[in-house]
């Protein structure tokens, strides 16, 4: 089975608009497909390859226009920096988690399997989900479950694991789903637990603050003219995404100059997400939620 089937691949890769002597970053590089498909592109140019997971950098591709960096992509402009590789060209961002991440009952990410409720992107750093759940106070739950998971019962559900695990270790994914059990909404299981999990992962790592901080450093490291291609999929990450290519903002406050010019760092190359085609959500589900959205730096 493959690691992860790309997204909307020849999509993004055409909107990064590729210069055979250019320097692009792929900063989620996962299992490497769209990598790949970029150092297709490449003549003397130069790919760098951003992952924090041990299970994606051990799909390093054997290229000399390749260099893979152990790292969360927060640390993009340092990294970049090192290796006297500013400006770039174009930045390429595919979020969320991938194919092999869900499909790895070990890594906790997924509602499928019972596994250890781990969560971190990457293991080596910081708390798993078991651990944090065990010392998370109540209001902070109810604001993660609120905001990160768009639940309608955010407290109720919140509530429901702090009284759970005064007698019971949330350890394993079936822990969290039986802490959870008389507060799902009955024919909706799925979809609820799917929300609980991406919230926690969220939070666990800190995904829309690296996100954020990613975003703000494409500015200064982007050559004028060129593309921030980022595909999401969820709304939270698109709505981030959508207000920085217009705005320069998280917000959405679009500045305007004394003459009324729009004051922004972007030009939008596609006004509207664009998204996968139906034959494409046929053979790779994970396709149905994504949304892809391309600007170039002015």
């Known amino acids: 089975m493959a690691y992860h089937v790309p997204v909307l691949l020849n999509t993004s890769i055409q909107g990064l608009n590729i210069s ?15 990598s790949k498909a970029i150092l297709q592109e490449l003549n003397q140019g130069k790919l760098f390859g951003f992952d924090q997971d041990a299970d994606a950098q051990a799909n390093h591709l054997q290229d000399e226009k390749f260099t893979l960096i152990a790292q969360n992509f927060k640390y993009l402009k340092n990294f970049l920096r090192f290796y006297q590789a500013v400006p770039v060209d174009g930045i390429l961002a595919d979020l969320g988690v991938s194919s092999h991440q869900f499909d790895s009952a070990e890594r906790g990410f997924s509602t499928r399997f019972d596994g250890p409720l ?20 109540l209001q902070q739950l109810t604001n993660v479950f609120r905001v990160y998971g768009e639940l309608d019962n955010a407290y109720k559900a919140a509530l429901a694991v702090v009284e759970y695990r005064q007698n019971h270790l949330i350890s394993t994914t079936q822990d969290l789903k039986n802490a959870l059990q008389n507060v799902t909404p009955r024919g909706k299981e799925n979809k609820y637990f799917a929300k609980v999990f991406q919230a926690i992962r969220i939070e666990i790592n800190q995904e829309m603050e690296a996100l954020k901080s990613m975003l703000q450093q494409s500015l200064d490291i982007l050559k004028p003219g060129g593309r921030l291609v980022v595909i999401s999929y969820h709304s939270l990450e698109d709505r981030l995404v959508k207000n920085f290519m217009k ?20 030009k939008m190359i596609s006004r509207k997400p664009i998204i996968a085609d139906e034959a494409e959500n046929e053979v790779n589900s994970r396709a149905r939620s994504a949304k892809l959205r391309i600007a170039e730096k002015i």
């Open 20 to 34: 055979p002597e250019g320097i692009y970053v792929d900063v989620t590089f996962g299992g490497g497909g769209h």
């Open 118 to 137: 781990d969560m971190r992107m990457d293991r080596a750093k910081g708390q798993s989900a078991s651990q944090w759940l065990q010392e998370v106070e």
């Open 247 to 266: 705005t320069g903002n998280f917000e959405g406050n679009l500045e305007k100059d004394f003459f009324g010019n729009p004051l922004t760092p972007f």
